[in-house]
C-alpha cells in the first residue's frame, strides 16, 4: 500500500517466532489464571474441560479465516482491512467504519481485564491492597506498557520474546506443581447429570463456557493487525496463527486438567477461599508452599503483562490504515518521526484500557454475576457482529469479487471452518442475554452498532462520500500484486 506523504511507512521486521511469541503472548496472559473459576462455575464441575476444547475448536475454524485473509490482504489493521476490501461494491466504506468504530473500544477493553488479572493476583502478594491502591497500580501498568511501546518495532519484537519465554516458565511452573501433587478423582469426577443435551441450562453454561473459552484464545490475530510489519506475511501470518493457537490449546488443557487435579472445584465457587482470586497461587501454595507460589505469582504478573504489551502493539495499528484511508480521523495516520510507529492510536487505546480497568473494578459484586465474567461477555458480544460474522463472509466476497488475488493460503476445507466459526459465534451471540440475565449484552451490542451507523452517515456527509457521494471502489491489493507482476515481466 502507499504511504500517505512524508510519511515512511512501517516495516515488515517480524518473523515466525517473533509473530507466534506475539500471538501465544497475547492468548495466554492472565485470562486462564483468572478465568478457571469462572469456566468451573458456567459448567458446574470438572468438566469445565469441556469449555477449553469447545473454545479450540472455534478458534482453528476463525484462525483459518484469518490465515487466509492475512496472508493474501497482509496490511496494517486486520479485519480493517478485509472488511474493506470485501464490501466496498456495495457499501462503500460502512463496515470499515464500523469496524474500527467497535475496535477502538473492544482491544483496550480486552486489554483492561488483562490489567484487573494482573491486580487481582497482586492481593494475593498483597492481601492489604486497597481498592483505590489497586486502582492506582492498574493504571501505572498502562502508563508502562504505553511508555514500553514507545520505540522502534524491531526493538519490540526482542521485548516480546523476553516476555513469551517467561509466560512459558510461568504456566509450565503451575502446570508441573499440578501433575505432581495430581488426584484424578478430583480431576474426572463428573457430578451426576453432568451433560444433559436435552435441558436449556447445560447449554446455557455450555455458551457461556464458550464465551470464556474464546475470550481465552483470543489473540491469535495479533500478528494479523501488524500485517504491514511481518516479513514474508504469505508464509509467517498463517503460520504465527495456526501453531500459536495449536500450543496454547495444548497449555490450556494441561492447566484445567492439572488445576482440578489439586484444588476441589467447589473451593473455586467460594468468594471467600483463594482459589476463586488467584487459582494458580492457591495450587503452588498448596504444592510447593508459599514461597514458591509467591516466586510463581510474581512471573505470572509478569505474563499479564506481556498479554496487555502485545495486545496494545497489534490494536493501536488499527485505526493507522483506516486513517491512511481517509475512513477515519487523519491524525491517526500520523507516525512517529524517530520511532516510526502509530502514535495517537497507541495514546487512545492506552488511556480507554485504563478507562476499562477502572469501569471493571467498579461493576457488579456479586457471584452470579462477577465483574470480569460480565466484561467479557459484552467484549466478546460486541465483537461478533461487525468482526467475526462479517469476516467470515468477506472470505466468500472476496473470492468471488477478486478471483485472481493471490492467496499464499487457502483456507483447508473451505467452507467448512466458516460454517464451524459461523455456528460458534452465533451460540455465543444467542445465549449471551440468558447467560447474562439483567446484563442485556445483546441489546448493548446492537445499541453500540446503530450508534456507529448514525456516527457514520454524519462522518459519509462530511466527507460526501457513500450514500452522500459515488463509492471509491480500490482493489489495493490486487493492483499491487498487478503493478509487481508488470514490473517483474519488464525485467
Known amino acids: 500500500m502507499s504511504d500517505p506523504a512524508g510519511s515512511p511507512g512501517l516495516s515488515r521486521k517480524v518473523g515466525l517466532f517473533q509473530a507466534t511469541a506475539i500471538n501465544m503472548s497475547q492468548m ?3 485470562g486462564p489464571f483468572v478465568t478457571i473459576p469462572l469456566m468451573v462455575a458456567a459448567f458446574g464441575g470438572p468438566q469445565a474441560v469441556i469449555g477449553w476444547i469447545a473454545g479450540a475448536i472455534l478458534a482453528l475454524a476463525d484462525g483459518l479465516i484469518w490465515a487466509e485473509l492475512g496472508a493474501s490482504l497482509p496490511g496494517s489493521g486486520g479485519t480493517y ?23 477502538m473500544l473492544f482491544i483496550p477493553l480486552i486489554m483492561s481485564t488483562g490489567v484487573q488479572g494482573l491486580v487481582q493476583y497482586l492481593g494475593y502478594l498483597f492481601p492489604k491492597l486497597t481498592t483505590g491502591q489497586g486502582d492506582i497500580v492498574g493504571v501505572g501498568v498502562v502508563a508502562l506498557v504505553v511508555l514500553l511501546l514507545w520505540r522502534k518495532i524491531e526493538n519490540i519484537g526482542k521485548v516480546t520474546v523476553v516476555m513469551w519465554a517467561v509466560m512459558i516458565v510461568s504456566v509450565a511452573a503451575v502446570i508441573l506443581a499440578s501433575f505432581t501433587h495430581f488426584h484424578p478423582s478430583l480431576a474426572f469426577t463428573w457430578p451426576a447429570h453432568a451433560i444433559q443435551l436435552t435441558h436449556g441450562a447445560f447449554w446455557i453454561g455450555f455458551a457461556s463456557g464458550l464465551t470464556i473459552g474464546i475470550y481465552d484464545y483470543l489473540g491469535y490475530n495479533t500478528t494479523a493487525y501488524m500485517g504491514a510489519e511481518v516479513k514474508n506475511p504469505g508464509r509467517v501470518l498463517p503460520r504465527s496463527i495456526i501453531w500459536s493457537i495449536v500450543a496454547i490449546m495444548a497449555i490450556y488443557l494441561l492447566l484445567q486438567i492439572g488445576v482440578l487435579g489439586v484444588i476441589r472445584w467447589q473451593d473455586m465457587l467460594d468468594p471467600n477461599n483463594v482459589a476463586s482470586q488467584s487459582v494458580a497461587s492457591a495450587v503452588l501454595e498448596k504444592t510447593f508452599g508459599k514461597t514458591t507460589a509467591d516466586v510463581v505469582t ?79 461477555t459484552l467484549l466478546t458480544t460486541v465483537m461478533v457482529i461487525i468482526q467475526a460474522l462479517a469476516q467470515i463472509a468477506a472470505v466468500t466476497v472476496l473470492r468471488k469479487r477478486q478471483p485472481n488475488l493471490a492467496r499464499p493460503y487457502k483456507m483447508f476445507l473451505y467452507p467448512l471452518p466458516s460454517v464451524v466459526a459461523g455456528i460458534g459465534w452465533l451460540v455465543i451471540y444467542g445465549y449471551a442475554d440468558k447467560a447474562n440475565p439483567g446484563v442485556h449484552p445483546i441489546e448493548w451490542s446492537l445499541g ?44
Not at 482491512?81 to 475496535?103: D, I
Not at 495514546?347 to 473494578?361: E, H, K, N, V
Request: net charge positive.
Open 448 to 491: 453500540w452498532v446503530a450508534l456507529g451507523v448514525v456516527a457514520y452517515l454524519i462522518w459519509s456527509r462530511v466527507e460526501k462520500v457513500w450514500p452522500f457521494g459515488e463509492k471509491q471502489i480500490r482493489e489495493q491489493f490486487l493492483a499491487d500484486q498487478q503493478a509487481a507482476e508488470l514490473a517483474g515481466s519488464a525485467t
Open 298 to 376: 510474581w512471573l505470572i504478573l509478569i505474563t499479564a503483562f506481556a498479554s496487555v504489551f502485545t495486545g496494545l502493539l497489534g490494536g493501536s495499528r488499527v485505526p493507522y490504515d483506516a486513517a491512511r484511508d481517509q475512513v477515519f480521523f487523519k491524525s491517526f495516520a500520523k507516525l512517529h518521526p524517530k520511532h516510526n510507529f502509530p502514535v495517537l492510536g497507541l495514546l487512545s487505546m492506552g488511556a480507554i484500557t485504563a478507562a476499562g480497568f477502572l469501569f471493571a473494578r467498579h461493576i457488579g459484586n456479586t457471584a452470579t454475576h462477577p465483574p470480569l465474567g460480565i466484561l467479557i
Open 28 to 30: 495466554c496472559g492472565i
Open 81 to 103: 482491512v478485509y472488511l474493506r476490501e470485501a464490501f466496498q461494491y456495495r457499501s462503500g466504506k460502512l463496515m470499515p467504519f464500523l469496524f474500527v468504530w467497535t475496535a
